[in-house]
């Protein structure tokens, strides 16, 4: 093999090592790395794919602890449902290659969640997306910076819609938010989940010695080289220069690769199947030689190229989309390579199993590199940042909001013109969402999205959520509340909460106040999940979340899934009844010093002030407030469930009458209010386990028998008459055309054509 030459030192760092990492790969090799090792060993080691700050915080999780000092991660968490089914679930970043190519970045972050589900041999059955911007409203910022975001928003919604309607994947849920700190950095974390029958689970782990590998999919170009590198750095200004570190991706081509992939399983010829995602065919022989304790032997002579003269090195670290990588069982790969055939799809042996626990990669007959798989898996090594807690959070801890004078009724219309809050419509009605035919919930017609899948009466229930203002002003609350609000969100459409899958967001974890944000975070969404009993079960990690305009708010995102016994039984937030009472169900909150108002979007939006803490969850009562909806689901007894969240319970409400087309009459001033000495907590107050719900006068006894039997209090607040036209709280009337117009309108003003 051919040596370094003597630009090493120079070459490491501009790949993102350090020196002690290249020290370390000295050790390691017991010699000087070739080009194409150094690249392969900095791809495995950037933070994209190594995890170099985040794995001793994530041992927080039960699961993936149990996983890395076990067998390790599979490319997707799975569920058991009964049946004989289960649901695989994951969420991944794109938040640099969509900041540099909002269109291409967003349509191959989702064609990547894709393949993660389909190499588990589970077919996609839903698709979601959580998706962060700077302000998109004129005035809000300079006039330069809130057109880009208009135009990131526009360009990263046309390139998940363009992906995810051409592959047949529905998109059936998501949220979006803005906030000056994602101008500059914005976010777009999609999550996919699938179903798999349980006797049929791919493996990612490579094994049986002389076993053919073989690549299939789409050809190999220079697109995405050193991608993950780049993922794992902080944007500069010079965004045009990233651009070649963005794939292509091809939705058409992914489609027959899912069809040709999950046929090809079901032959039985198939040993192991990876995906070639971030690091492409680097990380795909790499893990999977490490997962299986075995070596390989790769001709890059063999894989199909779609430009000629390519490199060793580039074709090691093409980020190329649709491609896998496969082992089939010695003497059936040609059983492998006719069914992809059969769907136009490349299928080429390009190398074979060995004994280890090197993977030997030849080119034109040299061999450009040997390496022990584990020493890029395994060896990379970890790091963490002396914590340091910010002025910011004591400030918000002793935040006086008796300063704050109080708004009242006319503060809603306000709020539901927030592009926080107002209507997505503009959105997901890009997304199509009802292809395959499984679609039960639709987007913006409950908490979480409904799928009735083919082969069982049970329901899958799933959501994505997050807060960045709570999770920065005091993180470790806020990564309870993320967790609480993505399960209640599930058990508001009557399914029951069961596992999470999580994609966290964040600056640079070399600022202590950035890994101080880090570590309490994923602390609160731990305990959270385990006091839930929703274990994590797949994620990422995206650090380097900034911009020459700062960091972003730091941003955990929680995709929850839950499942209904019956499909059937599924609940909306818009009350189906003519006529009936609106109850808000809760529970007993402890003190809150800021009176539900402590990192609102009603402080934000209304006193451009973002200060104060939030309220912290009952995680206990959480669970009993699933169980009263799950019950009440099966039972009938419910007409509507919606969660209160940003906002607060006159947008929750408002929310319910919009979606509905009926007229609402409200009071607040006893019961649970009674506490509450401030008007605009009562009307606008985050507050936890919240939940308002309509129930038809037949049904009352019943739906007041189950909160108490779940131990949880029933304030009457109202009613909702379809033949009224009126949304009146305490004895103050506005006209619901006019809150419509401030919640539809809000978004498409700004980005509509």
Known sequence: MSAMSALAPELHRSMGLTDFEY???????????????????????????????????????????E???????????????????????????????????????????????????????????????????????????????????????????????????????????????????????????????????????????????????????????????????????????????????????????????????????????????????????TCSTIEMSSKGGVGMKVNLDLVPAREREMSAYELMLSESQERMLAVAHRGREQEVIQVFQKWGVHAVVIGEVTEGPNVEVYREGKLEASLDATWLTDHCPTYTTPVEIPAYHQEAQNFDLSAVPESGIEALPVLLSSPNIASKRWIFEQYDTQVQTQTLVLPGAGDAAVLAPRGTQKGIAFKIDGNGRQIYLDPYVGGQLAVAEAARNVACVGARPRAITDGLNYGSPKNPWVYWQFERSVKGIAEAAEALGTPVISGNVSFYNESELGEILPTPLIGMVGVLENADDRLGLAPRADAGSL????????????????????????????????????????????????????????DAAHDIAEGGLLVCVAEMALRGNVGVEVSLESGVFSGLKRRDSRYFGEFPGWIVVAVEPIREESVRQEAARCGLTVTSIGKFDRKSVDFQVDGIRLNLEDLAHAYESAIPDHCGD
């Open 67 to 281: 996983a890395i000092e076990g067998e390790g991660l599979e490319n997707a968490g799975i569920i058991d449902i009964g049946d004989g089914l289960g649901i695989t679930m994951k969420i991944e970043s794109h938040n640099h290659p969509s900041a540099v190519e909002p269109h291409q970045g967003a349509a191959t972050g989702v064609g990547g969640i894709i393949r993660d589900i389909f190499t588990m041999g589970a077919r996609p059955i839903a698709l979601g997306n959580s998706l962060r911007f700077g302000p998109i409203e004129p005035g809000s910022q300079p006039d330069s910076v809130v057109a880009r975001n208009q135009f990131l928003m526009k360009h990263v919604v046309e390139g998940i819609a363009h992906y995810g309607n051409c592959v047949g994947v529905p998109t059936v849920a998501g949220e979006v938010n803005f906030h000056p700190r994602y101008s500059g950095n914005p976010l777009v974390n999609a999550m996919c989940v699938g179903m798999v029958q349980l006797d049929s689970i791919a493996t990612a782990g490579a094994g049986g010695l002389g076993n053919p590998v073989i690549y299939l999919g789409s050809a190999t170009g220079k697109d995405g080289i050193h991608g993950a590198t780049f993922a794992s750095d902080a944007l500069d200004d010079d965004n045009e220069a990233s651009r070649p570190n963005v794939q292509i991706g091809d939705p058409f081509a992914e489609k027959l690769l899912i069809e040709a992939t999950l046929e090809a399983l079901q032959t039985g010829a198939i040993h192991s199947i990876q995906d070639m995602g971030a690091a492409g065919l």
């Open 583 to 638: 109850w808000l169900i809760s529970y007993d909150l402890a003190d809150h010093a800021h009176a539900g108002l402590g990192a609102s979007e009603y402080l934000s939006r209304i006193h451009d002030i973002e200060s104060g803490l939030p309220v912290p969850p009952d995680l206990a009562k959480e669970r009993d407030l699933h169980a009263f909806l799950v019950n009440c689901a099966g039972g009938g007894l419910l």
């Open 23 to 65: 020290d370390l790969i000295l050790k390691l090799m017991g010699r000087t790395p070739t080009l194409t090792e150094l690249g392969m060993f900095a791809v495995m080691w950037s933070e994209h794919c190594g995890y170099k700050f985040s794995r001793p915080v994530l041992s927080y999780f039960k699961q993936y602890k």
